[in-house]
């Protein structure tokens, strides 16, 4: 790959992840595999994560956060400095083709580094 000229190479996935269900015991009898519920939860209270990682160097990036809210909005603007993982709003909390192009310019390294080096860390650091 790098003889064809290719500096970086991202492998990345999303997943959602539920934040919390509204009730937190089941009953069934002990020994049981599957048990099904009428639990009423929201399944779309949660966030979406992108997980990605540079190839080349095997240094896996900040998350990349999708939270629901406006995405140039108040919560937005007051979660720029987080240093834990790159996070951005959308009012779904899907990656919609503005989150796309966000992440795009996150995987470009202009944020990934300025997020690393918030944390303390050198991006892509190897050994100089």
Same mark, same amino acid.
């Given at each position: 790959?790098?003889? /064809?000229?290719? @500096?970086?190479?991202?492998?990345?996935? @999303?997943?959602?992840?539920?934040?919390?269900?509204?009730?937190?015991?089941?009953? *069934?009898?002990?020994? %049981?595999?599957?048990?099904? %519920? /009428?639990? #009423? /939860?929201?399944? #779309?209270?949660? =966030?979406? &994560?992108?997980? *990605?990682? +540079?190839?080349?160097?095997? /240094?896996?990036?900040?998350?990349? &956060?999708? $939270?629901?809210?406006?995405?140039?909005?108040?919560?937005?603007? @007051?979660? $720029? +400095?987080? %240093?834990? =993982?790159?996070?951005?709003? @959308?009012?779904?909390?899907?990656?919609?083709? $503005?989150?796309? #192009? +966000? !992440? *795009?310019? !996150?995987?470009? $390294?202009?944020?990934?580094?300025? %997020?690393?080096?918030? =944390?303390?860390?050198?991006?892509?650091?190897?050994? #100089?």
């Amino acid at each position: 790959m790098r003889a /064809t000229g290719v @500096q970086r190479l991202i492998n990345a996935d @999303q997943s959602f992840f539920l934040f919390y269900p509204e009730d937190s015991q089941v009953i *069934a009898p002990v020994g %049981t595999k599957r048990v099904g %519920t /009428t639990i #009423k /939860t929201d399944e #779309k209270k949660g =966030c979406t &994560v992108m997980g *990605a990682m +540079e190839m080349f160097s095997s /240094t896996l990036l900040p998350p990349f &956060v999708v $939270l629901q809210g406006a995405h140039d909005g108040v919560l937005a603007k @007051q979660w $720029l +400095e987080y %240093t834990g =993982c790159y996070v951005t709003f @959308q009012p779904k909390h899907w990656f919609d083709k $503005l989150v796309m #192009k +966000e !992440f *795009a310019d !996150f995987v470009a $390294l202009r944020k990934v580094a300025h %997020t690393f080096r918030k =944390c303390g860390l050198d991006p892509f650091d190897e050994g #100089k």
